[in-house]
C-alpha cells in the first residue's frame, strides 16, 4: 500500500508541474522543486514505515541510473555516428543526462523496490 502512496505523490508532482505550473510562471528552479518536494515528501513517510533501505534505493538510484544513462548516450553516439538524445539545461558533458533528471532516477529505483517488495 506504500508504494500506491508514492506513486500518488509522483503523479500529482507531475500533474503540478504540467497544468500549474505553466501559469503561474514562476522561477524554473522554483518550479523544480516544488515538482520535486512531493515525491520528497512521500519518501519521508515511506523511510518513517520501512526504514533507512529507502533512502539506500534513492541512492542508488541517482548514482547508477545517471552514469548508464550517460554511458547509453555515449557509446550509442560512437557507435552509429548520431546523437540519440541531447539535453539543453544543466546538462553533464555530452548532454547526454542531466543534473534535472537525476532525482527521478533515484525515483524510479524506488518504484521498482517498491514493486519487488510487494511482489516477494
Same mark, same amino acid.
Given at each position: 500500500?506504500?508504494?500506491?502512496?508514492?506513486?500518488?505523490?509522483?503523479?500529482?508532482?507531475?500533474? %503540478?508541474?504540467?497544468? %500549474?505550473?505553466?501559469?503561474?510562471?514562476? $522561477?524554473?528552479?522554483? *518550479?523544480?522543486?516544488?515538482?520535486?518536494?512531493?515525491?520528497? /515528501?512521500?519518501?519521508?513517510?515511506?523511510?518513517?514505515?520501512?526504514? $533507512?533501505? =529507502?533512502?539506500?534505493?534513492? /541512492?542508488?538510484?541517482?548514482? %547508477?541510473?545517471?552514469?548508464?544513462?550517460? *554511458?547509453?548516450?555515449?557509446?550509442?553516439?560512437?557507435? =552509429?555516428?548520431?546523437?540519440?538524445?541531447?539535453?539543453?539545461? *544543466? *546538462?553533464? $558533458?555530452?548532454?547526454?543526462?542531466?543534473?534535472?533528471? =537525476?532525482?527521478?532516477?533515484?525515483?524510479? %529505483? =524506488?518504484?521498482?523496490? /517498491?514493486?519487488?517488495? /510487494?511482489?516477494?
Amino acid at each position: 500500500m506504500d508504494g500506491i502512496y508514492f506513486e500518488l505523490l509522483v503523479l500529482v508532482s507531475w500533474g %503540478v508541474m504540467l497544468l %500549474v505550473m505553466p501559469k503561474a510562471r514562476l $522561477p524554473k528552479w522554483l *518550479a523544480y522543486v516544488i515538482m520535486l518536494s512531493f515525491p520528497l /515528501l512521500g519518501l519521508i513517510v515511506l523511510s518513517i514505515r520501512n526504514g $533507512p533501505s =529507502v533512502w539506500y534505493a534513492l /541512492l542508488i538510484g541517482i548514482t %547508477v541510473g545517471p552514469v548508464l544513462e550517460w *554511458a547509453v548516450g555515449w557509446f550509442y553516439t560512437h557507435l =552509429v555516428g548520431t546523437q540519440l538524445w541531447h539535453y539543453n539545461e *544543466a *546538462a553533464l $558533458p555530452g548532454k547526454y543526462t542531466s543534473w534535472y533528471i =537525476v532525482p527521478f532516477w533515484g525515483y524510479n %529505483v =524506488v518504484a521498482v523496490w /517498491l514493486i519487488l517488495k /510487494l511482489i516477494s
